[in-house]
């Protein structure tokens, strides 16, 4: 079953906590995201890697860091730096092709920081 | 700055009806446009893609049309059933580089009523 997940669905944590949300895919696409989602909000870019050992920062990276030492793997660290980490987090993967790339989204995880 | 803007926000529809959903855009230079559902606590799933050359893409009841003159699109629902209640996303993507840089829209929230 070929696709990209996200663990776990639901995280709490407490304020100054580090979390790390994971995202998995077995598309083998080169290039991932993580955008986060706040209630009536586009999605926000925060990072996105096109290549193993490379990523970029997005639109709203602080707070934020990410590693890619696998094509699979994308995990996010939400740092006690993020001022309002709560949020829907959704991880994304991508082919490019002749058409454009389209992206393809994991279910998302819901972080509650209090 | 690369902006969409979806219209309207929020659409109340009964069951069986149609609608039609808007998306304007100011993002250079264009690549292609996407449109997701988007159901509550999921990731989004696309719907249709369109490049420059097209202007009318059909995916079962969802027709999503392009005029790139006027930077408009479209989403148009037939027959809506319960299962369309979901948020609907426009994306625009700009190709700068070898990267593809989407922008997405706020959304549109639908709800269908029986």
């Known amino acids: 079953d070929g696709g990209i997940t996200q663990s776990p669905k639901y995280l709490f944590r407490k304020e100054g906590q580090n979390v790390t949300l994971s995202c998995e895919q077995n598309l083998n696409h080169d290039a991932m995201y993580w955008y986060r989602q706040d209630p009536g909000q586009g999605l926000r870019l925060i990072y996105y890697s096109q290549i193993v050992n490379d990523f970029q920062k997005g639109d709203i990276a602080e707070g934020y860091s990410v590693s890619r030492e696998k094509k699979e793997s994308f995990p996010l660290t939400v740092t006690s730096a993020q001022k309002n980490p709560t949020a829907f987090y959704l991880c994304a993967s991508s082919i490019d092709d002749i058409r454009g790339y389209e992206q393809y989204f994991g279910p998302g995880t819901r972080l509650t920081v209090t | 700055k690369n902006q969409v803007e979806q219209s309207p926000q929020s659409l109340i529809i009964l069951e069986g009806k149609n609608c039609t959903l808007q998306?304007?855009?100011?993002?250079?230079?264009?690549?292609?446009l996407r449109w997701y559902k988007q159901d509550t606590g999921r990731g989004p799933v696309s719907l249709t893609i369109m490049t420059f050359s097209e202007n009318t893409k059909s995916n079962g009841r969802y027709t999503a049309t392009l005029d790139a003159d006027t930077k408009q699109s479209s989403l148009h629902i037939t027959a809506s059933q319960l299962s369309d209640s979901a948020s609907y996303i426009c994306?625009?993507?700009?190709?700068?580089?070898?990267?593809?840089?989407?922008?997405f829209g706020r959304g549109t929230s639908l709800i269908v009523h029986p």
């Open positions: 994306v625009v993507s700009a190709r700068t580089g070898g990267s593809y840089i989407p922008t």
């Open positions: 998306c304007n855009y100011t993002v250079s230079p264009f690549s292609n």
